[in-house]
């Protein structure tokens, strides 16, 4: 069983940043793929951005490349979401995942361990 932790949420200014981290424990590395999803009131979860814990692969939805960066720290068993140039239609509450399956890294279904959620909030 892999338990996650994220952090880092919170209020910001439209165009600043945040930075949210993922503390994952429990054999996270067997789950291979490290993901971050978002959910608002009235919408459907949705992906943002993943990475295996082995660095071969990352992805990001559109609505945030260029803007968000996605690494880990194996040693720290963490991983983290730089968000830059944050918009209003950021705002969501920002999960963390894990799943046994890195060529499926848009669907979570597939993500077997989630996270609490961290709330982020864009707005002036």
């Known amino acids: 069983q892999v338990q996650l932790v994220e952090s880092g949420g919170g209020l910001v200014q439209p165009g600043g940043s945040l930075r949210l981290s993922c503390a994952a424990s429990g054999r996270a590395f067997s789950r291979r793929l490290m993901g971050w999803f978002r959910q608002s009131p009235g919408k459907e979860r949705e992906f943002v951005a993943a990475v295996t814990w082995r660095g071969d692969l990352t992805d990001y939805a559109d609505s945030v490349k260029e803007r968000f960066i996605i690494s880990k720290d194996i040693a720290k068993n963490t991983v983290t979401l730089q968000m830059n140039s944050l918009k209003p239609e950021d705002t969501a509450v920002y999960y963390c995942?894990?799943?046994?399956?890195?060529?499926?890294?848009?669907?979570?279904?597939?993500?077997?361990?989630w996270g609490q959620g961290t709330q982020v909030t864009v707005s002036s």
């Open positions: 995942a894990a799943s046994a399956y890195p060529d499926r890294t848009r669907e979570p279904r597939v993500y077997e361990s």
